[in-house]
């Protein structure tokens, strides 16, 4: 299972469905609707986080033998941040 290309998916039946109630008549209004939901307009980024306090290594190792993260998201995710030192 792929997350990214399910929101993919997701959001590309969901902009089908929404543009289905609209017509818009007038060519230059419709491509700017059009190329404002392309863009993005309706749908937000898709958000990941991490919780630093666990280990995700072995997770992310597995993950990226199996291919599910893009690019260099592994050697991203793999990269632990600096944590601060607590005030005594």
Do not use: C, H, T
């Given at each position: 299972?792929?997350i990214?290309?399910?929101r993919?998916?997701?959001?590309s039946?969901?902009?089908?469905?929404?543009?289905?109630?609209?017509?818009?008549?007038?060519q230059?209004?419709r491509e700017?609707v059009?190329?404002?939901?392309?863009?993005?307009l309706?749908?937000?980024?898709?958000?990941?986080q991490?919780?630093?306090?666990?280990e995700?290594v072995?997770?992310?190792?597995?993950?990226a033998d199996?291919?599910?993260?893009?690019?260099?998201?592994?050697r991203?995710?793999?990269?632990?941040p600096?944590?601060?030192?607590?005030?005594?």
């Amino acid at each position: 299972m792929n997350i990214f290309a399910i929101r993919v998916r997701l959001i590309s039946g969901y902009s089908r469905y929404g543009l289905g109630f609209l017509e818009i008549r007038d060519q230059r209004i419709r491509e700017y609707v059009e190329g404002e939901i392309a863009a993005g307009l309706l749908w937000p980024g898709a958000l990941i986080q991490l919780d630093p306090s666990q280990e995700v290594v072995a997770f992310i190792e597995r993950a990226a033998d199996k291919g599910a993260l893009p690019g260099k998201s592994p050697r991203i995710l793999e990269q632990k941040p600096a944590v601060p030192e607590r005030p005594q």
